[in-house]
């Protein structure tokens, strides 16, 4: 396969993702119900009936007969096998996409076009008909014809997703930004969840539930959300976002949460991360009329390693804040929120847990900012409605300089 080629591939799949997540927002009730990968790509279930849905997405493909013959195939054979059962009903819907050709195929259909172009096939010489081998008889393909649509215009890619996002953002009340990396990142999660259930009673959720699962205050780093757009277009949207300002940043209480990923630890790198924050989110100089300097947590670090890390950024000449203000000291947060200065600083103010940050930042009176970087898990809450506090999923925590 070329590259260009599975690009087109991989955007298929995302194409039927996306139209998954379309179907179920587009239902009238939170009762009513999606199954993902069941008798077709998707099967919408409303109060009145229904609707098996396959979708074809070929961006660079003209449409010939032979492209959907196998998704009507297979929709009749399940027909007439609903038919033999003596099962309720259901409709049949296609919907593609097309670069051209569209023209080639006239609706409604009639049964012996049906049969010719949809039903037939000669391999070798030899003929087989589908509907002779099901005995389907006319009246039961005109049925089959009534139950089933074809949708050849569907919407284009990039048109789908708008239509998502601001589907979400009115579900929402919420800004076209939150809608994507908030809500539709986590749609993308629970649609693939679905997907991969074994047991098809799983792979079945309402409009209601979904709407509850996707609700969520982190933006998390969903692999197929971030392979979407590329790693470094998912991150400089993040920093367009959240940290664009950078040194113009106005005096506010701000916490940096580091969950550090122990499999790929080293302390240069984390060192170099502090360095960073401090430098981009700090106004010591002498003009400036109000000093700060913000405040950092390393989470996933043992307290042997935080000593010898401080020590390490000390022996630097690197000015920081703990809290402790001589040996076997007790934590003191009136001392690691002292007024910052030119002249003494502090560079950076870094909490050795968790704890000693909740204490801190709920004695503030003013503006507080917590942005936290977790891989797994994110730390308990501060207890105070009036913190923003921002979360990422980033498993990596040498990915985080990208973002800040």
């Known amino acids: 396969m070329t590259d260009r080629s599975a690009v087109f591939t991989i955007r298929g799949y995302f194409y039927q993702f996306d139209r998954s997540v379309l179907s179920i927002l587009d239902l009238a009730e939170d009762q009513e119900s999606v199954?993902?990968?069941?008798i077709e790509d998707i099967d919408v279930h409303t109060a009145t009936d229904t609707t098996a849905v396959q979708c074809k997405y070929y961006e660079k493909t003209e449409y010939n007969h032979s492209v959907i013959k196998p998704a009507i195939s297979y929709m009749l054979s399940h027909f007439k096998e609903g038919l033999t059962d003596g099962q309720p009903s259901i409709k049949y819907k296609l919907s593609g996409y097309f670069e051209s050709g569209q023209e080639k195929l006239i609706l409604p259909l009639g049964i012996e076009f049906l049969k010719e172009h949809f039903l037939t096939k000669t391999t070798k010489g030899v003929t087989v008909r589908q509907h002779e081998?099901?005995?389907?008889?006319?009246?039961?393909?005109?049925?089959?014809?009534?139950?089933?649509?074809?949708?050849?215009?569907?919407?284009?890619?990039?048109?789908?997703?708008?239509?998502?996002?601001?589907?979400?953002?009115?579900?929402?009340?919420?800004?076209?930004?939150?809608?994507?990396?908030?809500y539709y990142n986590n749609a993308l999660r629970v649609i693939k969840e679905l997907s991969i259930q074994n047991d098809e009673a799983l792979r079945v959720i309402t409009r209601g539930e979904f709407l509850k699962r996707i609700e969520t205050s982190s933006i998390l780093f969903e692999e197929w959300f971030v392979a979407k757009r590329g790693k470094a277009k998912h991150f400089q949207r993040l920093r367009n976002e959240f940290f664009i300002n950078g040194l113009n940043v106005s005096s506010a209480e701000r916490l940096f949460i580091i969950h550090v990923s122990k499999d790929s630890y080293q302390r240069g790198d984390v060192k170099d991360l502090l360095k960073t924050i401090s430098r981009k989110y700090s106004k010591l100089s002498k003009r400036e009329a109000r000093p700060f300097s913000p405040y950092t947590l390393l989470c996933g670090i043992d307290d042997k390693e935080i000593s010898a890390l401080k020590q390490e950024l000390h022996n630097e000449g690197f000015r920081f804040l703990d809290g402790y203000d001589f040996k076997d000291a007790a934590f003191d947060g009136n001392s690691i929120s002292r007024t910052a200065s030119f002249e003494n600083g502090p560079e950076l103010r870094i909490f050795s847990c968790l704890a000693e940050a909740q204490q801190t930042f709920q004695s503030f009176q003013r503006s507080r900012e917590i942005y936290e970087f977790y891989g797994t898990r994110p730390v308990s809450g501060f207890g105070d409605d009036a913190i923003k506090h921002t979360k990422f999923q980033i498993p990596d925590h040498k990915e985080i300089k990208n973002i800040i």
Do not use: P
């Open 133 to 182: 081998e099901l005995k389907v008889s006319d009246l039961e393909l005109t049925n089959f014809l009534e139950a089933l649509s074809i949708e050849l215009h569907a919407a284009r890619f990039e048109d789908q997703f708008e239509s998502i996002i601001g589907a979400l953002a009115k579900q929402f009340d919420c800004s076209l930004f939150a809608a994507e990396f908030f």
């Open 35 to 38: 199954s993902v990968e069941c």
